[in-house]
C-alpha cells in the first residue's frame, strides 16, 4: 500500500508531497527531520496481487537502483542517501532536486536551442562517463529521467541499471525501459554495453532540439520496428547538432560514436555560429571488437563552453611578435612520419596512462583492466604485470629515485608498489576521484589530487603528512618540478602554488614540467597549449583543433609533444617551433611519453602502445 501523507518513515523521513509516479513506486518530497533538510523518498510500490518471486525482483531492483547511483561519484548523478525499510517495503532516500524533467520542459516549453541542449548533452555524456568507469550500464536514458536545475542536469532514476560483476535480474525475453529510447541491440534483446546509453543519449538529445522522438509509433512494437529498420527521422532544427545525432543513433553498435567524439561534437555545436563543415562525422568507422570503456570523468563544471580550434595556427599571447621564422614554419603543412618502429600489444581493451622510470628503461602502462602493466621499451618485453586498480588507470608516476610506482583511478584506493620487488600497498584516500598525483623531488611523498581537494602522503609510512587541503576551483591535474614547486589547473584557472596564471583550459586539463623545471605546459579541451618560462607567460601553441589528450617534454627537455585526436604534434621546446613532422597513431591518443631523448610511446584508445623515433 502507498504511503500517506505525514508518514513519518524509519523515524526520520516525514513525507509531505508526492512529486512523482513510475510503474514500480511513487517519490515524495520529505523533510529529513534528523539533519533538517529537504530529501526526495522513492517508495517501492509492491501490489498484493504480485506473486512472491515478482515482489523480491523488485526489492533486487530497487536495491541495485541505490547500490547502481551511489556507487557513481558525480555531481550529474543524483545522489543516494539512504535506503531504508519498514512494513516490508523499501524506501529510497536521495537528494531533492528542485527542477523540471527535460521531457515536462520540451512539452511545456517546445524545443530547446541548439546551444542548450548541446550543453545538457555534454553534462549528461561526462555522468554516463563516470557511470561506465565504475561498471555501471544506465540502460534507461531519457527525457523524463533527465532533471534540469539551475544549475545543473540531473540523470536519475537507475533503477534498471546493470553493475559489471551482478546477475542479471531482466526476465528473459522482457525489455525494460522506454521503447522510443531502447538501443537496437537492447531492442534485439542483447546485453547492454556503454554505447547503449550513448545511443540513448542521443535519442534524448534528438527530443530536446526536434520536440518529438527519433523513430514514430503509435505502441511499442511499432517504435521497435523502427528502430531496428528505419532511419530516424530527419533533424530540422538540429543545425550544428546533426552529425552528432546520426553519429549517435548508427544502429551497429561498433560503428556508433565513441564517447570522446561524442565529447567533441557537444564542444563543437556550443559554439554558435561554427560552420557545420568543423562539426563533422569521424571519416574513419569504429569497429572495434571490444567495446572501449568511457575515459576519464574529470568534468565537475556545471556547463561548460569549450573552443573547437582550427587545425594548424600557432597563436602568440605575449607582449612581443613572434619571430617570422616560426610563423612560416606554423603555416607550413607538417608532413607525418612513417608508420611507428614498434608496438607493445597488452591485451586491455584501451591503454589509459604511461610513465617512464628515470632511467629509461622500464614503461609503466595503465589499462582500462584491472592492473598496470611493465615493460621494457627497448625489447618490446612485457616485465610484470601489477595487480590492484579495480578500474581504468589515469594517474600514474613514477618517484624520481626510481624505487616507487603509484597509481591512482575511479576506485577508493590509489596504489604504491615498492620497486623492484614489486610490493603493493594501498594507499586509503578520504577522497572523491584521484584524477592525478605526482612525487616530491625527493622521493618522500606522494600528493594526490581529489574531486576539490589535494593530500600529501608518506612513501615510507603510507600515512596522511599533512590535512586534505580543499583547493580553489578542484585540483584536476598537478604536477611537481624538480624545485618543488606545484602547479595545478581546475575549473577556475591554472595555478603556481597559490599564485593564478591563467583561466582553466577546459575541463580535461593536463600539466606537465620540463626535465629542468623552467617551462610549465599546459591544455585542455580548449585545444590550446598555455607555456610559461620561470612563472612568465609564453606562447600560446594549437594542436589540430581536439581536445589536448596528453603532454611529454623530451628528457633532455629539447623537445614537446602534445597529443589530440589521432596526431601528435611536436615543437621545439626552447624555440618552440614547431618541428617538421607528426606522429599520427593508429586511434585516438590517450597518453605520450618519451622513453628516451629521440624515443616517443603513445598511448591510443586501443590495445596497443605505439613507439616511435624522432628523426
Known amino acids: 500500500m502507498v504511503a500517506q501523507i505525514g508518514r513519518l518513515v524509519a523515524g526520520q523521513y516525514r513525507l509531505i508531497e508526492k512529486i512523482g509516479r513510475g510503474g514500480f513506486g511513487v517519490v515524495w518530497r520529505a523533510h529529513d527531520e534528523r539533519l533538517d533538510r529537504e530529501v526526495a523518498v522513492k517508495e517501492l510500490y509492491l501490489p498484493a496481487y504480485l506473486a512472491e518471486g515478482q515482489r523480491k525482483e523488485r526489492r533486487t531492483r530497487s536495491l541495485r537502483e541505490a547500490r547502481s547511483a551511489a556507487r557513481i561519484d558525480h555531481r550529474g548523478a543524483v545522489t543516494v542517501y539512504d535506503v531504508v525499510e519498514e512494513d516490508d517495503c523499501p524506501f529510497i532516500v536521495m537528494e531533492y532536486l528542485k527542477g523540471r524533467s527535460l521531457e515536462d520542459i520540451i512539452k511545456e516549453d517546445g524545443p530547446l536551442p541548439v546551444e542548450q541542449v548541446a550543453e545538457i548533452g555534454l553534462q549528461l555524456l561526462e555522468v554516463l562517463r563516470a557511470a561506465h568507469a565504475s561498471g555501471v550500464v544506465h540502460r534507461d536514458v531519457k527525457p523524463s529521467n533527465v532533471i534540469i536545475t539551475a544549475k545543473r542536469a540531473v540523470l536519475t532514476d537507475f533503477g534498471i541499471a546493470t553493475i559489471e560483476g551482478d546477475t542479471s535480474i531482466t526476465q528473459s525475453g522482457f525489455v525494460m525501459g522506454a521503447p522510443a529510447y531502447c538501443s537496437p541491440e537492447r531492442a534485439k534483446g542483447d546485453r547492454a554495453e556503454a554505447p547503449s546509453d550513448l545511443w540513448s543519449l542521443g535519442a534524448t538529445l534528438y527530443y530536446a532540439v526536434e520536440g518529438h522522438q527519433p523513430f514514430p509509433g503509435t505502441n511499442a512494437n511499432q517504435v521497435f520496428h523502427a528502430i531496428l529498420t528505419a532511419p530516424h527521422r530527419p533533424c530540422h532544427r538540429a543545425g550544428l547538432l546533426g552529425p552528432l545525432l546520426d553519429g549517435l543513433l548508427i544502429k551497429e553498435i ?92 597488452t591485451g586491455a581493451s584501451s591503454v589509459r596512462s604511461l610513465a617512464v622510470s628515470p632511467d629509461g628503461a622500464t614503461l609503466a602502462v595503465g589499462t582500462d583492466g584491472k592492473s598496470v602493466q611493465l615493460w621494457d621499451p627497448h625489447a618490446q618485453h612485457r616485465l610484470a604485470v601489477l595487480k590492484g586498480p579495480q578500474y ?224
Request: hydrophobic letters at 40%; one cysteine or more; aromatic letters at 6%.
Open 392 to 615: 581504468a588507470t589515469f594517474g600514474l608516476a613514477f618517484s624520481p629515485d626510481g624505487k616507487h610506482l603509484a597509481a591512482s583511478g575511479y576506485d577508493a584506493p590509489a596504489f604504491l608498489w615498492n620497486l623492484p620487488d614489486l610490493d603493493a600497498s594501498k594507499l586509503m584516500l578520504a577522497l572523491d576521484q584521484k584524477n592525478s598525483l605526482a612525487f616530491s623531488p625527493d622521493s618522500a611523498k606522494l600528493t594526490i589530487a581529489g574531486n576539490s581537494l589535494l593530500s600529501e602522503w608518506s612513501v615510507r609510512t603510507h600515512k596522511r603528512t599533512t590535512t586534505p587541503a580543499k583547493t580553489e576551483g578542484g585540483p584536476f591535474a598537478i604536477a611537481i618540478s624538480r624545485q618543488g614547486d606545484v602547479a595545478r589547473v581546475g575549473v577556475e584557472g591554472v595555478y603556481l602554488e597559490r599564485r593564478r596564471l591563467a583561466e582553466s583550459p577546459g575541463v580535461l586539463p593536463v600539466v606537465r614540467f620540463s626535465p629542468d623545471g623552467r617551462w610549465l605546459a599546459v591544455g585542455g579541451d580548449t585545444g590550446k597549449i598555455m607555456l610559461w618560462k620561470d612563472g612568465v607567460r609564453q606562447k600560446t601553441l594549437s594542436g589540430t583543433g581536439k581536445t589536448i589528450q596528453a603532454i611529454a617534454f623530451s628528457p633532455d627537455g629539447t623537445m614537446l609533444a602534445c597529443a589530440d585526436g589521432d596526431t601528435v604534434k611536436l615543437w621545439n621546446s626552447e624555440g618552440m617551433a614547431v618541428l617538421p613532422g607528426t606522429v599520427k597513431a593508429s586511434a585516438t591518443v590517450t597518453a605520450v611519453a618519451f622513453w628516451a631523448d629521440d624515443r616517443l610511446a603513445v598511448a591510443t584508445e586501443s590495445e596497443r602502445v605505439e613507439l616511435w623515433k624522432i628523426p
Open 254 to 345: 561498433g560503428q556508433r560514436l565513441t564517447a570522446s567524439d561524442t565529447a567533441l561534437l557537444l564542444a563543437g555545436a556550443t559554439q554558435s555560429g561554427t560552420p557545420r563543415e568543423q562539426v563533422t562525422l569521424p571519416s574513419r568507422p569504429r569497429r572495434a571488437a571490444k567495446l572501449r570503456r568511457a575515459r576519464r570523468s574529470r568534468y565537475f563544471a556545471p556547463i561548460v563552453t569549450l573552443a573547437v580550434l582550427s587545425a594548424g595556427a600557432l597563436f602568440w599571447t605575449g607582449r612581443d611578435t613572434p619571430p617570422d621564422t616560426v610563423r612560416a614554419r606554423a603555416e607550413q603543412p607538417v608532413p607525418a612520419l612513417p608508420e611507428a618502429a614498434g608496438k607493445l600489444l
